[in-house]
């Protein structure tokens, strides 16, 4: 019985000793993903796209918005000249013009959407092989990011922001000089 309880506390303390060394070897690391989409080329160029995308269908908005507000305006206008069928008739075209004015904004919210998921997810895709292969060849465990605001303090030299940065323009460089599209 005692050989039973000398085995038992020698498995216990190399089972926590090879628990401590485990937590030794266990290597993280973070990024700032915000200041890396501020600063990967194709991420901007990302942005300018979708802000052209979205000014179309602010315009489009904003001429439906006019014709409505023209309409209420002459009806206004016109109301006390008109016969109570006539009135009818015109709040009736209002209220249709309203309808489709909030449909359409409806729609232009999804295909900004849309687009903005087209436009942003080969970034991200990029961006993710980046931290993977950085993460695979620094022998990281994990890597956090501070964008995320899950980090309250870190040390500095933990920090790949920079390295991913350097990653994404050179890949950006490269993909210049070899003539292709990068979108």
């Given at each position: 019985?005692?050989?039973?309880?000398?085995?038992l506390?020698?498995?216990m303390?190399?089972?926590?000793?090879?628990?401590?060394?485990?937590?030794?070897?266990?290597?993280?690391a973070?990024?700032?993903?915000?200041?890396?989409?501020?600063?990967?080329?194709?991420?901007?160029?990302?942005q300018?796209?979708?802000?052209?995308?979205?000014?179309?269908?602010?315009?489009?908005?904003?001429?439906?918005?006019e014709?409505l507000?023209?309409l209420?305006?002459?009806?206004?206008?016109?109301?006390?000249?008109?016969?109570?069928?006539?009135?009818?008739n015109?709040?009736?075209?209002?209220?249709?013009?309203?309808?489709?004015?909030q449909?359409?904004?409806?729609?232009?919210?999804?295909?900004?959407?849309l687009?903005?998921?087209?436009?942003?997810?080969?970034?991200?895709?990029?961006?993710t092989?980046?931290?993977?292969?950085?993460?695979?060849?620094?022998g990281?465990?994990?890597?956090?990011?501070v964008?995320?605001?899950?980090?309250?303090?870190?040390?500095?030299?933990?920090?790949?922001?920079a390295?991913?940065?350097?990653?994404l323009?050179?890949?950006?460089?490269?993909?210049?000089?070899?003539?292709g599209?990068?979108w």
């Amino acid at each position: 019985m005692r050989v039973n309880k000398v085995v038992l506390a020698a498995l216990m303390v190399l089972a926590f000793a090879s628990s401590v060394e485990a937590q030794n070897n266990v290597k993280i690391a973070y990024i700032d993903s915000q200041t890396i989409l501020d600063q990967d080329p194709a991420a901007r160029q990302a942005q300018r796209q979708f802000e052209a995308s979205l000014a179309t269908y602010q315009s489009e908005v904003q001429q439906m918005g006019e014709e409505l507000q023209q309409l209420i305006e002459q009806y206004e206008q016109q109301q006390a000249m008109l016969s109570e069928e006539a009135r009818a008739n015109r709040q009736e075209q209002i209220r249709l013009k309203q309808t489709q004015y909030q449909q359409r904004i409806q729609e232009l919210e999804q295909q900004a959407t849309l687009r903005q998921v087209e436009l942003v997810e080969p970034v991200m895709e990029r961006i993710t092989t980046i931290i993977d292969a950085l993460r695979v060849e620094g022998g990281y465990s994990m890597i956090f990011d501070v964008a995320a605001q899950g980090i309250i303090s870190a040390d500095p030299a933990l920090d790949l922001t920079a390295e991913v940065i350097r990653r994404l323009q050179a890949a950006a460089a490269e993909q210049g000089t070899s003539g292709g599209s990068g979108w």
